[in-house]
Nanobody, 127 residues
Framework: QVQLVESGGGLVQPGDSRRLSCAAS????????IGWFRQAPGKEREIVAA?????????YYADSVKGRFTISRDNTRSTVNLQMNSLKSEDTAMYYC???????????????????WGQGTQVTVSS
């Protein structure tokens, strides 16, 4: 069992930075790859970034955030962070972290393979 709690959302201006954190509890955290998803009103939930389990260096970014977002994992603190830079209005969404057993690939099926979701944290980018 893994519980996920996101934090760090809020209202920011275009061009600003924001760091989201996903705090996990449960002794099996190391067995899970972690993904950050987002869902805007009227749109489907989409993968933003993902990082492999344990000390894996496997990382994925959606094209829309590549070069602006950075995902990182601290297994000693059971946290996964999403550093978001150069935020745009189109980044406005509810952001969720999710735990997927073993590996992030294939990315196309990651959403369907999620075992645990957090409750989400809202990010609004507006001037």
């Amino acid at each position: 069992q893994v519980q996920l709690v996101e934090s760090g959302g809020g209202l920011v201006q275009p061009g600003d930075s924001r760091r989201l954190s996903c705090a996990a509890s449960g002794h099996t955290f190391g067995n899970y790859a972690i993904g950050w998803f987002r869902q805007a009103p009227g749109k489907e939930r989409e993968i933003v970034a993902a990082i492999g389990r344990g000390s894996s260096s496997v990382i994925y970014y959606a094209d829309s955030v590549k070069g602006r977002f950075t995902i990182s994992r601290d297994n000693t603190r059971s946290t996964v962070n999403l550093q978001m830079n150069s935020l745009k209005s189109e980044d406005t969404a509810m952001y969720y972290c999710a735990a997927v057993p073993w590996q992030i690939s294939p990315i196309s099926t990651m959403k369907e393979r999620v075992d645990y979701w957090g409750q989400g944290t809202q990010v609004t980018v507006s001037s």
